[in-house]
């Protein structure tokens, strides 16, 4: 229920500045992070404020009963929207991008690839890329954690989604990289800026994809994989129709990127945090000697883990690795004697509404216990995923992945923060710290 209907008041755009022709804020909101753009200004103006991005109109919302009015109204009153050069990279045919009943169509052919059937069978191979990580930071003993995190998972990815094994050492993951730095970039298309860059990868990437696909048709080998790829080379639309080719090359490429980063990003934060943490660290232990599990890491165990639970609960919380999500204004409507006019952009934060005092007790304090006894309105303003009908897809692979990886490494490895490094945290792409997390890592 909007304001207009509780309290018969006339609604006006929200407080804020437009700042200067055409720029509008966005220098401040490139140069700060938009973390920090936000947090200042819903300082001085409350949960809802408007600015100006290049142009474009903006609203920022923070806070449970925001956050929920624009997450419940998808297709309503907002729709999914995102950076701009971001849109072009990723692809109009991609889930991501994909609104209305055909977000809907391909989201339920998706959900297969996260059932728990198949999470249960990608038990192992994560166990065993997870594994070989391990030994191989054992050998280096000192390294810069988040970059070799980001191999980490983008292995993973390249294994779960295409088939690809040590992805990230191929000539798909060096293009990779490449098309990612222009994911949250603001430069224009010009050869030499990022996105000039991003887009020849993205054409090579999708003409390497093109080649697996062709093999896999040729040899009558689709069956064989239970990877993304095979699901949607089978998979049919509403009409019984296959998928384009551009298609199922886009949504590949939307996995391979919402698998990779965010993911690293955690993990990274996971081993920060306790690396700062010590005591949380020990209980950890206390309780994987507690468990004594000789076997693999099948779901039934890991959902023994009831207080590493709670670990990866708080610290999706502290630093979640998407600081919040876009929308935009499909028809005008109003919240909290606030216009929000159509076609303005709307933006939801993740990471102030997890900082909301009121919401989380002692919000800066990494405490896991918080979620012993967290109330109703603490559990609905927990949002690491989004929420509404775009609630991220992969959740349930996210957690799965997280909670391997920590097992494995809480049982068997020691890590301790090198001196003289840079741990604050960096807000883009995903939230990391500044010198890439170095630490000194070893076998117990």
Known sequence: MTTIEKRNTLPSEPPGSFGLPFLGEAIDFVVSNPQNFAKKRHQKYGSIFKTSIFGQPTIFVSGIEACRFVLSNENVYFQNDMLPNMKTLIGSSALTTQTASIHKNRKQILQKLFSRQYLNEQTETIQAITQNYCQRWEKLGKFAWYYELQNYSFDIAGKLFIGEDFASSSSLGNLYKIWSEGLFSFSPNFPWTKL??????????????????????????????????????????????????????????????????????????????LAKNPEILVKCRQEQQQLNLSSSLSLENLQKMIYLEKVLKEVLRKIPPVGGGFRKVIRKCSFDECLFPKDWQVIYQISLTHQEPSLFAFADTFDPERFNSINQDSVESYIPFGGGRRRCLGENLARLEMKIFAAILIREYDWELTKNQNLKIVQTPFPHPRSGLKVNFKHI
């Open 196 to 273: 000039g860059r991003a887009l020849r990868s993205r054409e090579k990437i999708l003409q390497q994809l093109e080649k697996i696909i062709s093999q896999r048709i040729k040899i009558n080998n689709i069956d064989r994989y239970q990877d993304a790829l095979s699901l949607l080379l089978q998979a049919r639309d509403e009409d019984g129709n296959s998928l384009s080719s551009i298609e199922i090359k886009e949504q590949i490429l939307n996995l391979l990127s919402a698998g990779h980063g965010t993911l690293a990003s955690a993990l990274t934060s996971f081993c920060l945090l």
